[in-house]
């Protein structure tokens, strides 16, 4: 079945780590999504790349780095940098193109910091 | 840069009332519009879409949506609430032939009784 996948689905992390959290699409999507969702703030961009080995700053970056080297696999990695990052992230993808824009989204992480 | 607002943030109905969820979003030219749903502990689903055409768009579970270009808006409709309808609600914006980044409002939490 085509869709996102999001691991893990829980990640507890201690003050001072670094963690990664992984993205795969099967969708064949060339543009992929992380945001952020804390209670009573809807979604925040986070990161976005639109292809393969390219990808942008979204409202929230500090703090956070990712990478684009596969079209499948867009991964986040939460440093030590990054003040408040307990968290429910979630993955997205879509087609990027007119009439394609609608967006997939994974199951999400929650991130715990310890 | 565009942004989406929903005003209401806590709606609280009885089964078989009527719904009316909120979506205002800034930007003056040719927009994708959607209502995402995420039920508790999945990920966010979509509810229905709109590119072009009727602007009283129907999805999914009895909801519809209608576009009012002149308003900037796209409420969310129900005739009668379940309670299997209890979830946060989210509307989204993608600017037609720009960057198609999908730009969420803050979400709307929706408890229905029994």
């Known amino acids: 079945d085509g869709g996102i996948t999001q691991s893990p689905k829980y990640l507890f992390r201690k003050e001072g780590q670094n963690v990664t959290l992984s993205c795969e699409q099967n969708l064949n999507h060339d543009a992929m999504y992380w945001y952020r969702q804390d209670p009573g703030q809807g979604l925040r961009l986070i990161y976005y790349?639109?292809?393969?080995?390219?990808?942008q700053k979204g409202d929230i970056a500090e703090g956070y780095s990712v990478s684009r080297e596969k079209k499948e696999s867009f991964p986040l990695t939460v440093t030590s940098a990054q003040k408040n990052p307990t968290a429910f992230y979630l993955c997205?993808?879509?087609?990027?193109?007119?009439?394609?824009?609608?967006?997939?989204f994974g199951q999400g992480t929650r991130l715990t910091v310890v | 840069a565009q942004s989406v607002s929903q005003h209401n943030h806590h709606v609280i109905l009885s089964e078989a009332a009527s719904l009316e969820l909120g979506c205002n979003y800034s930007?003056?030219?040719?927009?994708?519009l959607f209502w995402y749903v995420q039920y508790p502990g999945q990920h966010l689903q979509l509810l229905l879409k709109?590119?072009?055409?009727?602007?009283l768009v129907k999805g999914i579970k009895g909801f519809e949506a209608e576009f009012i270009k002149s308003k900037f808006s796209f409420n969310l409709r129900k005739p009668s609430v379940q309670w299997s309808d209890t979830a946060e609600y989210f509307c989204a914006v993608i600017p037609s032939g720009g960057s198609y980044i999908p730009t969420f409002g803050r979400g709307t939490s929706l408890i229905v009784h029994p």
């Open positions: 790349s639109q292809i393969v080995n390219d990808f």
């Open positions: 930007y003056g030219g040719t927009v994708n």
């Open positions: 709109y590119f072009s055409g009727d602007p």
């Open positions: 997205a993808s879509s087609g990027n193109r007119e009439g394609n824009t609608e967006a997939f």
